[in-house]
């Protein structure tokens, strides 16, 4: 009988209920607490999840939380990830979960010293299609992969966001919000950068808020929105990745990887399911059926349908190595790898350099299919 693990939720806004609504999935969570720095907040979804409302300190000295999930907006990650440290919990993040590389390298020292961890989003790259991906790379059915395309491209967030300020302030943009998915995959499924360079802009000056009680109020935007990089990988391969939020329409795919002996046509980064592609020395690409993995499954509904959406796999793998005393896969060496490359782009564009990558990781274990149905209830 896999241990159970108490949750506390530190932030209650938009994107919280998929993890209250996702994490009673995973056998060793369940839920007990939540907080927000609006009162609120943590109250409206306490009573729509069956779950206590706390304060902030309160929930960081309940007993019953053994985990904390962070979900505050980016620029408070990281002081709020230290406070939970600091009161002897484990951590797991949304992404980014620090804006530097001082900051992750402060919270591995209290980690390090409080025998703690801590893990980051984003996990899709977990899910059965991207891991589907991984098992087609390492069986060497495209050859080694040497070079590809990814692209993550719209108009942004502020016509759905009641609140998109934050896209569009420091910790914001399409790199350091979007960038994660298609990073953490990238070096799941072809290892460590070494190397970055990029260009950057921007189209508008302000947004205009779309959707909700703010409709039509303007949000100045300070960061980059339109970004073109190329990563150099430690194996030699070389990606360009292009990020924006100026884009009203293309015909790129989310992410292609070109092999010696064929190509991988990968689904969205952002989820964790969708169609696979591969071609070989016939040169056409067709469908393949990706394999019967629990996280391919079409579980959860969103606005525009049913998709596979297993948010907290990463945080529950975590807890499994705590009690196996192994590592997990999204640990702060990688995601803090991840916050490197990131920043490095945002850096290059703006010195007119290539950047080297300071950090580096290994890949992940692979998550197979009974790995994954380990960690399901």
Known sequence: MAKEYGVGIIGCGNISGAYFRLIPIFRNLRVVACADINPAAAKARAEEFGVEAQEIEALLANPAVDVVVN???????????????????????????????????DLRRIADAKNLKVGS?????????????????????????????????????????????????????????????????????????????????????ERTIGNGPRLGEKVPVSVATNIHAIL???????????????????????????????????????????????????????????????LTAHNYQFDWGTQANYRGIGLADMMAAVAAGRDHRCSLDRSLHTIDVLTAILRSAEEGRAIDIVTTCTQPEALGIEEARALMR
């Open 71 to 105: 979900l505050t907006v980016p620029e408070a990650h990281y002081p709020v990830s230290r406070k939970v440290l600091e009161a002897g919990k484990h951590v797991y993040s949304e992404k980014p979960f620090v804006l530097t590389l001082e900051q992750g390298e």
């Open 232 to 294: 150099e990988f430690t194996n030699g391969a070389q990606v360009s990745l292009m990020s924006s939020w100026d884009v009203w329409a293309h015909r790129h795919q989310n992410m292609e990887l070109y092999g010696t002996e064929g190509a991988v046509f990968v689904p969205d980064p952002n989820f964790f399911g969708g169609p696979v592609e591969v071609a070989g020395n016939d040169r056409e690409p067709k469908a393949v059926a990706v394999w019967d993995h629990p």
């Open 121 to 205: 989003a984003p996990d899709t790259y977990l899910g059965g299609s991207h891991q589907f991906v991984r098992h087609l790379i390492d069986s060497g059915r495209v050859g080694k992969i040497m070079s590809g395309t990814a692209h993550v491209l719209s108009p942004g967030m502020e016509s759905w966001h009641p609140n998109p300020d934050f896209f569009f302030a420091p910790g914001g943009g399409p790199i350091l919000d979007m960038g994660p998915y298609y990073v953490n995959n990238l070096v799941n499924l072809i290892g460590p950068v070494k190397r970055v360079v990029a260009l950057a802009n921007r189209a508008h000056e």
